[in-house]
C-alpha cells in the first residue's frame, strides 16, 4: 500500500491483517494495515453480496485475508488513501489477539514484543530506523569509506572489563564485542577512511532510559585525521542523518507526534563545541554539587544540552574516566583529546569518540595500567609499530540516535527486540 498513490481508482488485491473495525448497519470501517502501511477498508453493504457485508462485521483483529477494491484519495487519514472493499477471503483467522486496542502496560507490551511490532508506533520507529541505516550507508560510501565488518567473537575488552560478556571460544576465552574500534584502526591504515556497523555487547549493570545490553553501533575510523576534522564529520553526518529522515519518514513522524520544525533545527551546523572544564563550570553555575573529574550521568548531560539548541559536543575529558586508546592531550596530562555528542532534549550521549594515542610506548604503558594483558594487544600495538599516522574515529549508538530523532522516551522502542537488563525474551 505504500505505492497506493500508483493505484488511485484502479482495482487491487491485497493481502492485509485487521488491525480495528467498526460497521453501522449500511457501512463497515475496516482498519488494516498490510505491512508497508495503515490505511481504511470501506465495504458498502449496498455495493457487496451479503456474504461479504457480514465477513466484514464479523472478522477479529489480526484476521489475515486477501481483499479487492478500488483506491481513493482519503484527504481524512493519516495515510491519505483508503480502499473500497469489494471482495473478503480470510487467509488465516484469529482469536482473541491479545494486544488489543486499549492501552496495555509496557511489560506486557514487551512480553509480546513479537506482536507489538504489528502495532503504529513500533512500525513507524522500524522505519526510521531503516531509512537511518540506509542513510548511514549512504553518507559513509559517499564520503569515501569502506565498510569494513569487525568480529563479534573478540579477546579484547576497548571499554574496560566490567560490562564484558564472557563467553568460551573452544579451549580459550572470548568476549562478546564491546566495539569494533580497535579492529577499524587496522582497518584505517588498511584502507584510509572505514566504517563497522554491527552489533554490540555491554553487561550493564544499570537499568536505565538509555541502556541496552546489545546495541548496534556505527564506527567510523580515519587515517591522517585529528580530532576537529572528526567532529565535522560527526555534525554533518548527525544533520545529514536528520535530513533523510525529514525528507522520507514524513509520515512515520505524524504517527509519533515528533515535530518536524523541532528536527529541522538539528540540521543547522556547527554544533557547539566546549571543553569539559567548561561543562563542569557550567553545572556548578547549574546548581550542581560536583567536582573536576566526575564522569556525567544523565542529569548533568541533560543540564549541559539543555543550554543549546542543537546538539552539543563536550570535548577533552579527564583521562581517569576515559579508554585506555585516546591520545593524550600535548599540554596537559589530565585530559584526553576527545569528544560526547550529547543529544537535545534529553536523550544525552549519541557518540563517544576521540582522536588516537599513536606512540608505542604510551600505549603499551596504558594497556598496562588498564589491568590488561599486553600480550592480548600485541597486535593493536603493531599498528603503532609500522607506520603509525594520527587517527580518529567515533561510535555512533544506533538506539541512542533513533530514541532522540523519534522523540520516543526509552531506548528499548528503538530496537525491533531489545535485550535488557531482566529481559531476553521474547
Ligand atoms: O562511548 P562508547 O562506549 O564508545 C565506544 O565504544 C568507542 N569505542 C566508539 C569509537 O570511538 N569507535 O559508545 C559509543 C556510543 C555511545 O555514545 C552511545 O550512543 C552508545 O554507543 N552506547 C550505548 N547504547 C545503548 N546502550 C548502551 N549500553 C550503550 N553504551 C554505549
Ligand atoms: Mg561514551
Redesign the pocket.
Known amino acids: 500500500m505504500v505505492d497506493a498513490p500508483k493505484y488511485v481508482n484502479e482495482k487491487v488485491k491485497i493481502g492485509v491483517w485487521l488491525t480495528n473495525k467498526r460497521s453501522s448497519g449500511k457501512i463497515a470501517f475496516l482498519q488494516l494495515r498490510d505491512g508497508s502501511a495503515f490505511f481504511q477498508g470501506v465495504v458498502v453493504k449496498n455495493n457487496v453480496t451479503p456474504e461479504v457485508f457480514e465477513l466484514a462485521k464479523e472478522v477479529k483483529q489480526e484476521t489475515s485475508m486477501w481483499v479487492t477494491g478500488i483506491i481513493h484519495e482519503d484527504s481524512r487519514s493519516k495515510f491519505g488513501y483508503e480502499i473500497e472493499i469489494e471482495t473478503i477471503e480470510v487467509i488465516s483467522e484469529a482469536h482473541d489477539y491479545p494486544i488489543t486496542p486499549k492501552e496495555h502496560g509496557i511489560d506486557f507490551l514487551m512480553d509480546h514484543r513479537h506482536l507489538w511490532l504489528r502495532s503504529s508506533r513500533p512500525h513507524a520507529v522500524m522505519r526510521i530506523r531503516n531509512e537511518v541505516i540506509k542513510a548511514t550507508y549512504d553518507f559513509f560510501n559517499d564520503e569515501g569509506f569502506i565498510k569494513i565488518d569487525a568480529p563479534i567473537l573478540t579477546g579484547s575488552a576497548?571499554?574496560g572489563t566490567t560490562t564484558l560478556f564472557h563467553t568460551e571460544y573452544f579451549d580459550r576465552d572470548a568476549y562478546l564485542s564491546?566495539?569494533?574500534?580497535l579492529y577499524?584502526e587496522a582497518g584505517a591504515e588498511a584502507f584510509g577512511k572505514v566504517f563497522s556497523f554491527g552489533p554490540?555487547f555491554?553487561a550493564?549493570k544499570s537499568k536505565t532510559r538509555?541502556?541496552?545490553?546489545e546495541?548496534w553501533?556505527i564506527?567510523p575510523?580515519m587515517a591522517f585525521m585529528h580530532q576537529e576534522e572528526s567532529l565535522e564529520i560527526q555534525e554533518r553526518y548527525i544533520a545529514y542523518l536528520v535530513t533523510r529522515v525529514l525528507k522520507n519518514c514524513e509520515m512515520e513522524l505524524k504517527t509519533l507526534d515528533r515535530d518536524p520544525e523541532v528536527l529541522k533545527k538539528y540540521t543547522i551546523l556547527p554544533y557547539p563545541r566546549i571543553s569539559y572544564d567548561e561543562a563542569i563550570d557550567m553545572l556548578k553555575k547549574g546548581g550542581f554539587d560536583l567536582e573536576w573529574g566526575v564522569d556525567f550521568g544523565s542529569p548533568e548531560e541533560t543540564f549541559l544540552a539543555d543550554q543549546f539548541n542543537q546538539p552539543v559536543f563536550v570535548i577533552n575529558y579527564p583521562k581517569a574516566i576515559k579508554?585506555f586508546y585516546m591520545k593524550p592531550h600535548p599540554t596537559r596530562d589530565d585530559v584526553v583529546i576527545c569528544a560526547?555528542?550529547l543529544a537535545p532534549e534529553g536523550y544525552g550521549?549519541?557518540?563517544?569518540?576521540?582522536e588516537r594515542a599513536t606512540d608505542y610506548n604510551y600505549l603499551y604503558d596504558q594497556i598496562v595500567k588498564a589491568g590488561l594483558d599486553p600480550k592480548e594487544y600485541s597486535w593493536y600495538l603493531d599498528l603503532r609499530k609500522y607506520g603509525s599516522v594520527p587517527h580518529s574515529?567515533?561510535?555512533?549508538?544506533l538506539?541512542?540516535?533513533l530514541t532522540w530523532l523519534t522523540g520516543e522516551d526509552h531506548?528499548r522502542e528503538a530496537i525491533p527486540f531489545p535485550r535488557l537488563l531482566n529481559r531476553i525474551y521474547p
Open positions: 576497548p571499554e564491546q566495539s569494533g574500534q577499524e554490540t555491554r550493564e538509555r541502556h541496552l545490553i546495541f553501533m564506527e575510523e579508554p560526547d555528542l550521549e549519541i557518540i563517544g569518540g576521540s574515529g567515533f561510535g555512533l549508538g538506539e541512542r540516535a531506548v
